[in-house]
């Protein structure tokens, strides 16, 4: 079982939770959400909100909690080959009341659908909400061009 190795970012301010599968290998090796150098999370999102993408940790910070967004994900340990959503068993989901209760979260968003997969299982029958399925942004997900997940994940920005 590998558990996972940092916590959420989040503040009372939030309004959205994005929560993702568990992390990459790239993203447990820098103690941080999609590390991996051809994720596209940081680059959509940042174009989303018309921002410089965030290339440090304290700058991805700053820019998720400044535009109301917490963010976690859904499995807290779990067994898994490298990155391999595919290989995710033995789930262990994670806790979302603390983000629940500290923050007013109007929508919840999953990145993927491995997450809403895992989420639907396991998760929403805890909260009673619905998460909205997000196409990845994991470069296994080819068929879909920067532009068009960014066309996709505009959603956020209305809530």
């Not at 910070?61 to 109301?68: Q, W």
């Not at 340990?77 to 789930?91: F, G, K, L, M, W």
Request: glycine letters at 4%; proline letters at 8%.
């Amino acid at each position: 079982m590998i558990a996972h190795p940092f916590p959420p970012v989040f503040d009372e301010k939030a309004k959205i939770l994005i929560l993702g599968s568990f992390p990459s290998v790239k993203s447990r090796e820098q103690l941080f959400f999609y590390g991996h150098p051809q994720n596209r999370f940081w680059r959509v999102t940042a174009a989303v909100f018309d921002s410089p993408e965030p290339k440090t940790i304290p700058e991805k910070k700053e820019f998720l909690l400044s535009h109301g967004i917490a963010l976690w994900d859904v499995i807290a340990s779990c067994e898994i080959t490298a990155s391999s959503d595919s290989s995710i068993r033995q789930v262990v989901a994670n806790d979302l009341s603390p983000i629940l209760k500290a923050a007013d979260i109007r929508q919840i968003f999953v990145n993927g659908q491995t997450a809403k997969r895992f989420y639907d299982r396991y998760t929403r029958p805890v909260t009673g909400m619905d998460a909205i399925a997000l196409p990845s942004t994991s470069p296994a997900n080819a068929a879909w061009s920067a532009e068009r997940l960014i066309g996709a994940w505009q959603v956020i920005r209305s809530v």
